[in-house]
C-alpha cells in the first residue's frame, strides 16, 4: 500500500467539507477528547487561510445553499 503524505480536498463538496466539520464538533463535545477539536480547528484554519476568509464566514459559506 501506498502512503499518504498529503490529503487533497479538491473532490470534496462543501457538503462533504461541512459535514468532517461538524462531525468533529460532535464527536468531541460527546467524548470530550480534544483531539477532534484540535483537528477540525487545524482543517478550518487551513481552508481560511487558503480562501482569505474569517472561521464565521467561512463556516457561513459551508451552511449556506446546502
Do not use: H
Not at 498529503?6 to 468532517?20: E, F, G, Y
Not at 487545524?42 to 457561513?60: A, D, G, H, Y
Amino acid at each position: 500500500m501506498e502512503l499518504i503524505d498529503q490529503v487533497s480536498i479538491n473532490a470534496l463538496s462543501k457538503r462533504d467539507l461541512l459535514l468532517i466539520v461538524k462531525a468533529l464538533e460532535y464527536t468531541n463535545e460527546n467524548t470530550g477528547l480534544e483531539d477532534f477539536i484540535d483537528l477540525r480547528n487545524s482543517i478550518v484554519k487551513e481552508l481560511c487561510f487558503l480562501t482569505s476568509t474569517t472561521e464565521e464566514q467561512f463556516v457561513n459559506y459551508l451552511e449556506t445553499n446546502n
